[in-house]
């Protein structure tokens, strides 16, 4: 069984950076497509953030591709979510998710992943 463990998030200013971490056992990050997902303040829906594939080809949703970065440490087994210039409008629960998949397999629906972190706050306050 796979899980998934989210930690990293906390309070930061306007314009400052975080980088969250989605560590994995039960299954190597190297056999998994792992996403990143938020659901912000008022929203009952989860959205897509960014996703990276088992063989580490990347995908971020447009209004934050130039600020986030995805990537993963195979070594440590881990998937993380480095955000830069972080806006209020990134205050959010953010959720690492993941499910097997070939390397060239990019998983952006978030019916198709299979297992899911805890979830961790990340708050854009001054």
């Known amino acids: 069984q796979v899980q998934l463990v989210e930690s990293g998030g906390g309070l930061v200013q306007p314009g400052g950076s975080l980088t969250l971490s989605c560590a994995a056992s039960?299954?190597?990050?190297?056999?998994?497509?792992v996403g990143w997902y938020r659901q912000r303040p008022g929203n009952e829906q989860r959205e897509f953030v960014a996703?990276?594939?088992?063989?580490?080809?990347?995908l971020l949703e447009n209004r934050v591709k130039d600020r986030f970065a995805i990537f993963k440490d195979t070594a440590k087994n881990a998937v993380y979510l480095r955000m830069n210039n972080l806006e209020p409008d990134d205050t959010a629960v953010y959720y690492c998710?993941?499910?097997?998949?070939?390397?060239?397999?990019?998983?952006?629906?978030?019916?198709?992943?299979?297992?899911w972190g805890q979830g961790i706050q990340v708050t854009v306050s001054s």
């Open positions: 039960g299954s190597s990050v190297s056999s998994l497509c």
């Open positions: 996703t990276i594939s088992s063989g580490g080809q990347d």
């Open positions: 998710a993941a499910v097997a998949k070939p390397p060239n397999i990019l998983v952006v629906l978030e019916r198709n992943y299979e297992h």
